[in-house]
């Protein structure tokens, strides 16, 4: 047995036997352990405080580890400011990206739905894939939300940005930019003809009938609805169509977009 395995097996043994709504404090408990097995530890500990209604408090560097967690529970303890300030919420990778400097990706960008983070995906790759490489994209919730996340890593070191839909406009000089279009991307993209003639030749799916049976008054169940009607993942038919909508996109809106991302580096 690893010096890390038998470690883990010590300290689940004193979480199963202490008493009921205990308050543990664990001090890099992934030390010595793999990825997957942090990630797994992670599971480990959120059934046992559901289980055991134990409060776990627990230090941690390891990105595997905090993956394994919801956001509800992430907080970052940031010191780059010369105070120490706690930043709730944040993804695995943003808070990873703070505590390595922001060393490992040039932009961390955030959008605020999957149909969002699909559509940049494909404007980027179009504009400049190697550039694609290098940044990393969120999904981070509504408008309202990408600015309180702005507003509140505006003094950190990490490389921000946030792209929100074509309907709520941008703010270049807080780094907050919009997708192309005038709609939420998931109206842009049923509106593309180019999308209808797609999902006819791929699904044999007429979008004009579809859109007649669709929810008006909810866009985001759309490509749910749609994945359910071609017996298709619904990432698979999201990202599809955000291709095809992309491609369709005049060059000069992409590269724009792109270029405003690659500027904010330099901010």
Not at 112 to 140: M, N, Q, W
Not at 187 to 192: D, N, Q, S
Request: glycine content about 6%; hydrophobic content about 40%.
């Amino acid at each position: 047995m690893g010096c890390g395995e038998g470690r883990v097996q010590h300290f689940i043994q004193q979480l199963e036997s202490l008493p009921e709504k205990s308050l543990v404090l664990l001090e890099e408990p992934e030390t010595s352990l793999h990825q997957s097995a942090q990630f797994e530890l992670g599971r480990y500990l959120i059934d046992v405080c559901i289980r055991r209604k134990h409060q776990v408090l627990l230090t941690t560097h390891a990105e595997s580890l905090l993956a394994s967690l919801p956001s509800a529970c992430r907080i970052y303890i940031d010191r780059s400011t010369g105070n120490i300030r706690p930043i709730n919420g944040l993804s695995s990778a943003q808070a990873a990206s703070l505590m390595a400097n922001a060393a490992t990706k040039a932009l961390q960008i955030l959008v605020e739905d999957p149909v969002g983070k699909a559509v940049l995906t494909e404007i980027i790759r179009r504009s400049d894939a190697t550039f694609l490489r290098t940044v990393e994209i969120h999904s981070s919730g509504d408008k309202d939300a990408l600015q309180r996340i702005m507003q509140t890593l505006s003094g950190t070191s990490l490389a921000l940005a946030a792209v929100r839909d074509a309907d709520t406009g941008a703010s270049p000089k807080q780094n907050l930019f919009s997708l192309p279009g005038t709609k939420p991307p998931e109206k842009e993209i049923f509106e593309c003809p180019s999308v209808g003639q797609y999902l006819h030749d791929q699904y044999s799916l007429h979008l004009a009938d579809f859109m007649t049976a669709a929810d008006q008054n909810d866009h985001h169940a759309w490509f749910g609805a749609l994945a359910h009607a071609v017996c298709a993942d619904e990432a698979t038919v999201t990202t599809e169509c955000a291709r095809v909508y992309v491609s369709s996109l005049p060059e000069n809106d992409c590269d724009a977009l792109v270029g405003q991302l690659k500027a904010a580096i330099k901010r």
